[in-house]
């Protein structure tokens, strides 16, 4: 029997196509997020296009307090836990951001406080188990801060270094933790967007994300590319790059 894969923000564009991933390959799926019904849908598709078992979840990213609970439920299910892939995310426009710091705090929130609630709970299970996977969806926007889209970035950079220490952490019980850096990717996060190139399919995205847990990858940009032009803006020294509009 194949393990049960945990995707939480089961209803986010990348996370739909790497459910398909796994369903495809016979993994019992445990969907999480705060749309019931969209969830309710989508697995009643996996099921019939793929016949696996999928259940669904109700997880909201601020509900702190209910993560331990939430990650016991998941570990209920019938079968054996196998991994996590972390793929929730909030963006908000940086103007209105600035603005207001209600939406500042909430993208902090969303996608890094809570992503450490849920990701310290799931640790303690996979380092107690010795093995498993922790995948989780963080940016290229993490990578350098830019006046277009600093708030956002430095929740996506902070989870990034968290990775790098929970990664370190893990190492030694041999659980798998691995950071995916998407480029643009054409989402509802991304809809209607200005300025958006070199823009993704998410499912070119999820089969990047499934080969990056099956081969052990540690930090994967994707499409691969993305690496290469991070280097570039990464390297750039901060009394040139502070005068840049980006
Ligand atoms: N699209 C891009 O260009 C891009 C690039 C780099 C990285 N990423 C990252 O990739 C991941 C997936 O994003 P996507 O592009 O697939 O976005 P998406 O389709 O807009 O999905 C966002 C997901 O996050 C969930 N979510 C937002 N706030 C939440 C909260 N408070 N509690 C629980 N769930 C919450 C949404 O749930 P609802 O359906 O209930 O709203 C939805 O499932 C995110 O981490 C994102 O930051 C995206």
């Known amino acids: 029997m194949k393990k049960n894969i945990l995707i939480i923000g089961g209803t986010s564009g990348i996370a739909r196509s790497i459910a398909n991933q796994y369903a495809k390959r016979n993994h019992p799926l445990i969907l999480a997020g705060r749309d019931s019904v969209e969830m309710e849908r989508l697995s009643s598709d996996i099921r019939i296009r793929y016949r696996v078992p999928v259940c669904v979840k109700i997880y909201h990213a601020e509900a702190y307090d209910e993560h331990s609970v939430f990650f016991a439920s998941c570990l209920e299910e019938p079968g054996v836990l196998g991994g996590i892939i972390l793929a929730y995310g909030y963006m908000e426009d940086q103007q209105s951001a600035q603005a207001d710091f209600r939406k500042a705090k909430q993208m902090i929130e ?38 277009s889209n600093y708030i956002y970035g430095s929740s996506k950079g902070a989870l990034s270094v968290y990775l790098q220490g929970l990664r370190n952490r893990m190492y030694a019980s ?20 200005n300025g958006l190139f070199l823009v993704s399919k998410p499912q070119d995205v999820a089969k990047r994300v499934y080969l990056a847990i ?18 570039i803006i990464k390297a750039v020294p901060e009394q040139f790059f502070k005068r840049f509009k980006l």
Request: a positive charge.
């Open 174 to 193: 041999g659980v798998h933790v691995v950071t995916i850096k998407p480029g643009f990717v054409d989402t509802k996060m991304t809809y209607g967007l």
């Open 110 to 147: 969303v996608n890094y406080t809570s992503c450490v609630s849920i990701l310290e709970t799931a640790a303690r299970y996979f380092e107690q188990q010795r093995s498993g996977f922790i995948a989780v969806i963080s940016s290229v926007a993490g990578d350098r801060g830019r006046q």
């Open 214 to 231: 099956q081969n052990g990858k540690e930090v994967v940009y994707v499409p691969g590319f993305w690496a290469f032009i991070m280097g």
